[in-house]
């Protein structure tokens, strides 16, 4: 598998001409999240100018027989941060990134969508497919991203969390969340977009990454589409409805299988 993901990506340098390094990352369904991140560092720190960067997965039997065999399916929409809910819902998808130092972007007259300012990561040691129940990870990985970005939380305008609908994920990352936020949780506006096109796994991070820069561009906030009764562990407001908002910086968390946590932060461009 790891040879055949290999072969795709010097078949796309070899189609576009594309110079450089090619890295492949494979963190489960933090791995589109931690591609933008690896990408974001190597343009901070001058070995790149422009990185082309992202994720993507497709659906097959095997994919579908883990969860299934984890329990980890619903079979109705998935219901993140729901009282009752019941699992995930697989969905697939590919979301590609062009990301470019701002001097590149100017000297090639390219329209810029966003910025990302803040990129966060750590690993959760507890369980090979459970997280850390008080979120122990993922509360590092939002205090780094937001620690890179210069940053508190109380300036952060939107959340687009994990939220996969499954009972352990979703009361561990608002368990995380609760902590991250602290006082001004009650005004923090959450979604998970899961709730539309499901879990993507590896294109999930960089599916929703690209969400956030859509909601700072067009300055609303993305629902969460199949939310019900909100689990009362949710220190925060879930977002119900799409709706004009003044947002300038939104979060995103990705947290996959092994233990690998991400977390994203972008700030609109003006």
């Not at 990506?9 to 589109?32: E, H, V």
């Not at 901070?44 to 039997?61: H, I, M, N, P, S």
């Not at 352990?168 to 998970?192: F, K, M, P, Q, Y």
Request: with cysteine.
């Amino acid at each position: 598998m790891h040879y055949q993901v290999q072969q795709q990506g010097l078949d796309l340098c070899s189609a576009f001409d594309f110079q450089g390094p090619l890295t492949n990352i494979s963190n489960a369904c933090a791995s589109g999240a931690n591609a933008i991140g690896h990408a974001w560092e190597m343009l901070r720190f001058g070995r790149a100018e422009k990185v082309l960067t992202g994720g993507y997965d497709t659906l097959c039997q095997l994919t579908f027989a883990g969860f299934d065999s984890l329990q980890a399916l619903s079979p109705a929409p998935c219901r993140p941060f729901d009282a009752h809910r019941d699992g995930l819902t697989l969905g697939e998808g590919a979301a590609i990134l062009t990301m470019e130092t701002l001097a590149h972007a100017h000297k090639r007259g390219a329209e810029i969508l966003g910025e990302i300012i803040g990129y966060g990561a750590a690993t959760d040691t507890h369980h090979l497919t459970q997280p850390h129940p008080e979120g122990n990870a993922a509360l590092a990985a939002m205090t780094a991203a937001c620690t890179s970005a210069s940053l508190l939380p109380a300036q952060i305008d939107y959340v687009n969390a994990h939220g996969t609908a499954t009972p352990h994920n979703d009361a561990t990352e608002a368990a995380a969340i609760n902590r991250w936020a602290g006082g001004c949780a009650s005004a923090l506006r959450v979604s998970s977009t899961k709730a539309t096109c499901g879990h993507l796994l590896g294109a999930a991070g960089a599916a929703e990454a690209v969400v956030c820069l859509m909601a700072l561009r067009g300055q609303w906030l993305p629902p969460q589409t199949s939310a019900g009764t909100t689990d009362p562990a949710c220190h925060f407001r879930i977002v119900r409805e799409a709706a004009e908002a003044s947002i300038e910086t939104a979060l995103s968390n990705s947290f996959g299988f092994g233990g690998a946590n991400a977390t994203l932060i972008f700030r609109r461009w003006s």
